[in-house]
């Protein structure tokens, strides 16, 4: 299920793009070696930590460069502009999600590639840093408010949007995905914080 998602949600931004012919390799996808919280993957000379971030999926990882204090990232940390936007994406627990925030902000790598976006360091990766539990932890209040003011999803998610989804996210983060996540998401809070 999660393959064909991902190949309607490739072709339609494809399109968007102007691209009708290109090679998609999602079909291709398959895990060859499972990891765990700690392995280490061995690329060349290079060793990569594996790092366990469950929240945006329950098998999401990151990896870590500690040579370079680089973080390979996931979603689960959010989809970040590299400038002040950061929009959550916590899909299977909003409670995962904080943890793995919590890992990453206490490993502080100085350099993270972030989904969507790319590698940022310094300031951006500083700000990042700081900032992404914070925003998670707002995303969820603000739609557990909208819930609690029994507001359509279809409000709802325009709100999110229109308030967290600013800046280059506009650009790489389709509105497809933007809108089955926050669908997701606010499902998610409604089980986490009780609201039915």
Do not use: W
């Amino acid at each position: 299920g999660a393959r064909a998602v991902m190949m309607e949600m490739d072709n339609k931004f494809a399109e968007k793009c102007g691209i009708c012919e290109y090679e998609y390799c999602g079909d291709e996808l398959r895990v060859d070696i499972p990891v765990e919280q700690g392995d280490v993957i061995v690329a060349g000379n290079l060793r990569f930590k594996v790092i366990s971030l469950p929240g945006h999926t329950k098998c999401s990882i990151g990896f870590y460069l500690e040579e370079y204090s680089l973080l390979l990232s996931s979603e689960t940390l959010g989809v970040y502009d590299g400038n002040k936007a950061i929009m959550p994406s916590f899909l299977v627990s909003f409670k995962d999600s904080l943890e793995s925030i919590d890992k990453i902000v206490k490993l502080k790598p100085e350099r993270i590639l972030c989904p969507h976006f790319g590698v940022i360091e310094g300031d951006a990766a500083k700000y990042f840093l700081e900032n992404i539990k914070s925003v998670s932890v707002e995303v969820a209040e603000f739609i557990s408010e909208k819930l609690h003011q029994n507001i359509p999803e279809e409000d709802i998610i325009e709100a999110v949007k229109c308030r967290y989804r600013r800046g280059y996210i506009k650009d790489v983060y389709p509105d497809d995905a933007v809108n089955l996540n926050t669908s997701i998401m606010i499902k998610l809070v409604e089980k986490e914080f009780g609201i039915l």
